[in-house]
């Protein structure tokens, strides 16, 4: 969608640059610069309903009236259609003499050098603006040129000055009048269809927002193609088709438009964004149905179709923009970015609309809309903003999501190998360890009579015999990780206890180790399973020395938690084994189940605690532990 809104931005600009500059091209080739007439005389044809067609050679200077182009059109009386225009023609200095008439005002046109007619086009359809480029010849000085122009509408005549001129110059400016609407319309409608197919692979949920979004944009650019005097000037054929299409885009806009508005910010207050949607639908359809009554009669109902599909639509436009806005401004003050982002376009669009329907009405239609185009171009930009926006949420929603499920998985699959084992320690452990114990004792007193080899070779058996009865101890403890006794455990003396135990086996490692406790900090649990498992992180700390190492302790409280920070600058651990600390059967050892950090994990669990690790390759590794703090005993003496 930004690429569409990129290339929208690139072809208007390069289009209007080329034409921009072809005419300046032109211009400065022309050694003889085009000739503004800005006065002409007009007369009304007569009210008894006379087209009066016939040149008014003999009529008298008092019945002409001097028009200004730099004000106002004369108002139209009432029971008058047609209309006189004449136009004293200069010296004609030129190759190839042209007139040209920028905004002319009329249904059927007929134009005459004198008594030569030179141009005639009757429109049976509404579309009252016309731009021609008359070609003159040099035998035409002086003459005068007399234009006569009929309507069904409430305005008539030469709105703006009139050129004459070099044919090759004059044309450029004639092909150039709504060329640029015809560009920015067929931009729109392409990035209406580049979006409607995007919405075909999108998630269903956006799917409506994103095909109202598509509908309103074409619809749009429908507008800008067929309002453009372009069309009629060089494709006056398809001026009906033009006509209807134009009708069919407005009938579509305003409802899609509000349709859009529910769907990103909800039905408001009383639901009545979603009241005035459904009255929009009806009255577009009432419209519709009118636009094919009008049209199978061969336009005999056109001047009240006229009325219902322009004048009345035109005043629901003006009140769709101002509930719209309100509601807008209300989502913002809410805080709501989407809301924000809307006002902001909507904000242009409907200011810029709004103050030109305002001032057409004010000119009683003796105005011609251009504005609104680019003011729907900033809105039209700004939901493409939100839309990218609500996707680019929903896509991180789909991601956390994944994200969530992936560690839902990690978990269950954890739990499952926790379950294996407690299963396995079950049916096992009882079995195993009593034969283990009888041939232990038997052993003990064998070697007690061994000499030499013999009792080298009984150590070793004892040895191994104890590791066995401490790996059937750890599947005891994932079988009952339940305590038998609990009690208020202070945590000063626990770990003076462990530093007690563990420091000469740190001071052989080349290491030392610092204890930090803050204050009384109490917990609840079991001596000896929590001095368990926290010898099984200290032992691993001071295992992963590589040479003068040292381990921190720090305890303290924080809100109802205690939290215990042990840190170590052992040779650390790469991001994939630090992942998978604690599963079943995994050591980064040469020797070892990989038992001792899992029943650390069950112990801390059971304590309802939790504990993470943090390591970084060569730096070190640090565990952090989060247990619930316990209030002190009356006696403040831990069992």
């Known amino acids: 969608m930004r690429l569409m809104v990129k290339i929208l931005h690139i072809t208007i600009t390069l289009s209007l640059l080329l034409i921009g500059c072809g005419s300046i091209i032109v211009s400065a080739a022309n050694p003889n610069p085009s000739q503004e007439i800005t006065k002409w005389q007009m007369k009304w044809g007569d009210e008894t309903g006379n087209a009066g067609q016939e040149i008014p050679w003999s009529e008298g200077q008092q019945s002409w009236m001097n028009v200004d182009s730099k004000k106002e059109l004369p108002e139209l009386p009432s029971g008058v259609s047609s209309s006189w225009t004449r136009i004293s023609l200069p010296d004609l200095s030129y190759v190839s003499p042209s007139v040209y008439i920028d905004t002319l005002y ?129 494709y006056n054929k398809l001026g009906p088709i033009s006509n209807v299409c134009l009708d069919l885009a407005l009938f579509s806009l305003l409802p899609a438009l509000t349709f859009l508005f529910e769907k990103l910010f909800g039905s408001g207050k009383f639901s009545i964004i979603r009241k005035f949607r459904q009255f929009q639908v009806l009255y577009s359809s009432f419209c519709l149905l009118c636009l094919l009554i009008n049209l199978l009669s061969n336009n005999r109902y056109i001047e009240f179709y006229y009325f219902i599909s322009t004048t009345i639509i035109g005043v629901i436009f003006i009140l769709q923009f101002i509930l719209l806005i309100a509601c807008v401004v209300m989502f913002s003050l809410k805080g709501n970015k989407d809301a924000i982002v809307f006002a902001i376009g909507f904000g242009t669009a409907a200011f810029t609309v709004v103050a030109e329907l305002l001032w057409y009405y004010i000119q009683k239609g003796n105005y011609d809309l251009f504005l609104w185009k680019w003011g729907l171009v900033a809105f039209i930009i700004s939901l493409i903003v939100i839309l990218e926006r609500r996707l680019a949420y929903n896509h991180q929603q789909v991601v956390n999501y994944s994200r969530e499920l992936e560690r839902f998985n990690n978990e269950l699959e954890r739990s499952e190998k926790m379950e294996i084992i407690s299963e396995l320690a079950a049916s096992v452990a009882h079995e195993v360890r009593n034969p283990l114990q009888v041939t232990r004792g038997f052993l003990q007193l064998l070697s007690e009579k061994s000499v030499n080899e013999e009792q080298i070779y009984m150590s070793m058996a004892l040895s191994e015999l104890d590791r066995a009865s401490n ?164 006696d403040s003496y831990s069992l």
């Open 106 to 234: 009329a249904l059927h046109v007929r134009v005459y050098v004198e008594d030569r007619l030179i141009f005639e086009e009757n429109r049976k359809y509404i579309k009252d603006n016309y731009s021609l480029l008359l070609p003159l010849s040099k035998e035409d000085n002086g003459k005068t040129l007399y234009i006569w122009t009929e309507t069904m509408q409430d305005r008539i005549g030469i709105k703006k000055s009139v050129m004459i001129g070099e044919h090759s110059q004059l044309i450029n400016e004639y092909i150039e009048n709504g060329l640029s609407d015809v560009i920015l319309g067929c931009a729109f409608f392409l990035v209406a269809i580049v979006l409607f197919i995007s919405a075909l692979y999108i998630n269903r949920d956006y799917f409506s927002s994103v095909a109202s979004l598509a509908v309103v944009i074409a619809a749009t650019g429908i507008l800008s193609i067929t309002y453009s005097p372009f069309i009629y000037t060089f």
């Open 471 to 634: 790996i059937i101890t750890d599947f005891l403890t994932f079988a009952k990780p339940e305590f038998e006794t609990i009690s208020s455990l202070n945590l000063y003396d626990e770990f003076k206890h462990i530093e007690s135990i563990m420091q000469p086996l740190c001071h052989i490692n080349g290491g030392k180790m610092i204890l930090d406790v803050s204050g009384q900090l109490w917990v609840k649990g079991n001596s000896s399973k929590f001095k368990q498992a926290f010898i099984n992180i200290i032992k691993n700390s001071i295992e992963s020395f590589s040479e003068e190492g040292f381990i921190y302790m720090s305890v303290y409280g924080e809100d109802n938690k205690v939290i215990i920070h042990i840190k170590d600058n052992g040779e650390g651990m790469d991001p994939d084994v630090l992942h998978r600390l604690g599963e079943p059967y995994f050591t980064k050892k040469n020797k070892g189940t990989g038992l001792g950090l899992m029943v650390t994990f069950r112990i801390i669990e059971a304590m309802q605690g939790e504990v993470r690790f943090t390591s970084k390759k060569g730096v070190g590794t640090e565990s952090i532990t989060i247990l619930p703090l316990a209030e002190a005993p009356d």
